[in-house]
């Protein structure tokens, strides 16, 4: 089911910012790009979603390419917290399901 | 607390026993959602309930696993005649609103309720 392409580990350094790349070329006009993070032995946690503008919160920012087929998310300042596995979901309204994926394990370095 | 509450948390059955999962959403929350996560994989999708309608059952693997929201707040998953296959983590979610649109995005997860089945 996923229809997203991650890659499966970044590393980063402390304080510096991650850039996390998203591939969804088979992305429809209604699909909504959704980002969650999971940390060990945790539930996934939510960090941003969006349709086709750029979107930021106070976690994250989220780059939507013109064309849609591809996403980054941003980090800003990345802490050893930030240290988790993140997944890049498509959501096709009225699904009420997301599907995860493998997800981008993320490690930061001190 | 103010979060998703599971339990129990951890979960040991032997193989054909019966297991009853609760989850206490956030209060007022309209959605809610279970998911099973097998040993390092993503989280899979299994039933949806907007109150106590449940509108998806689809990813139910099979008729042992059964999922009710009777009043609309509490919700239990039961796993009848449990196999080892169905050792997972078994997360749930709620969402404050029906989630009907596009711009609902964020769902709340519990810190899940581990089953090992011997």
């Known amino acids: 089911d996923a229809k997203t392409t991650q890659p499966n580990s970044m590393e980063s350094n402390e304080e510096e910012p991650v850039h996390l790349p998203c591939n969804h070329s088979t992305i429809s006009g209604t699909d909504y790009i959704h980002w969650y993070r999971q940390l060990p032995s945790q539930g996934p946690e939510y960090v941003i979603h969006?349709?086709?503008s750029n979107v930021n919160n106070r976690m994250a920012s989220l780059a939507i390419a013109e064309d849609r087929k591809s996403s980054t998310l941003i980090l800003h300042r990345a802490t050893l917290r930030d240290a988790a596995v993140y997944y890049c979901?498509?959501?096709?309204?009225?699904?009420?399901?997301?599907?995860f994926g493998a997800g981008t394990t993320v490690t930061v370095r001190a | 607390g103010a979060g998703v509450s599971q339990s129990p948390r951890y979960k040991v059955a032997k193989r054909g026993q019966d297991v009853a999962l609760r989850c206490d959403p956030i209060?007022?929350?309209?959605?809610l959602f279970w998911y099973q996560q097998a040993l390092g994989q993503g989280p899979e999708f299994l039933t949806y309930f907007q109150n106590e309608a449940q509108l998806d059952k689809s990813g139910l693997p099979s008729d042992r696993f059964f999922a009710e929201r009777p009043e609309g707040s509490v919700s239990t998953l039961k796993i009848q005649r449990t196999q080892q296959e169905d050792s997972a983590v078994y997360l749930c979610a709620s969402s404050l609103r029906r989630w009907t649109s596009g711009r609902d995005g964020e769902l709340f997860f519990g810190e899940g309720s581990r089953l090992t089945v011997l």
């Open positions: 979901i498509l959501r096709d309204v009225p699904d009420y399901k997301l599907s």
């Open positions: 969006g349709l086709t």
């Open positions: 209060s007022g929350h309209v959605s």
